[in-house]
């Protein structure tokens, strides 16, 4: 794969004017963008459609996790506005998995294993194990098995779960933090740019360390010449 434009910068604004005008300045130097709650619920379809017409790809990422037939019609609806992504969770169970794929299109249906926001404890607290990777495996192999497009997981687990599965299996990777970024903030577990792309992520996901810049263009190039200097 081009090493060039792999990331997905995630519009987590509720400031559209800000976010437009960023778009317009590095839509280029990026793969896509990514819309999930905050912008979906501030700008709704109409918000959606401005950027669509940007002419770059979407990832609409909106974790759907609900019975089967539920998750089937919400991917249905997704596909007609023709997004890259689209996520549901996993543990959603087999036949949530088997029903949204059906319904799909052109969108490619990535599984939410682990959010990068749990640490160790709360892991331990609300699935009641304490090996990160062990259940990252059990899901992963059962959305390989269901025949999702691929997963979403923290940059952690990245080499665990390309050892599992073959190579037209999407790893994007969110918890990216360029290496020079201080700020702390809600996301426990994270690499930088190149390390997840070295270790067989496909794409990454980044937000604030961009939207957040002074400037934004310097920074997502920044951040594109360090991975062009990867291994992979």
Avoid at 42 to 47: A, K
Avoid at 121 to 132: G, L, M, P, T, V
Avoid at 154 to 178: A, C, H, M, W, Y
């Amino acid at each position: 794969m081009n090493k060039s434009n792999r990331v997905i910068l995630a519009l987590d604004s509720d400031n559209f004017k800000k976010i437009n005008s960023i778009l317009d300045k590095i839509k280029n130097h990026l793969y896509a963008v990514k819309i999930g709650y905050e912008f979906f619920l501030n700008f709704g379809l109409d918000g959606y459609k401005k950027i669509k017409k940007k002419r770059i790809k979407i990832f609409l990422d909106l974790k759907l996790h609900d019975i089967p037939n539920t998750v089937k019609n919400g991917i249905e609806a997704i596909s007609k506005l023709r997004a890259e992504f689209t996520t549901i969770h996993i543990s959603g169970g087999d036949e949530m998995q088997k029903l949204a794929i059906s319904k799909k299109g052109n969108t490619k249906i990535l599984g939410v294993s682990i959010l990068t926001s749990l640490d160790v404890d709360q892991i331990k607290k609300y699935y009641s194990k304490n090996n990160i990777q062990k259940l990252v495996k059990n899901f992963v192999k059962n959305a390989h098995k269901n025949n999702l497009d691929g997963v979403i997981c923290s940059p952690k687990e990245i080499q665990i779960i390309r050892k599992l599965v073959n190579d037209k299996f999407i790893i994007i990777t969110p918890g990216i933090r360029p290496i020079n970024y201080k700020k702390k903030d809600d996301q426990q577990r994270t690499l930088t740019p190149k390390k997840a792309i070295e270790l067989g992520a496909n794409f990454i996901v980044i937000g604030r360390p961009i939207l957040l810049s002074k400037d934004p263009l310097k920074e997502i190039r920044k951040i594109n010449l360090e991975i062009e200097q990867s291994k992979n």
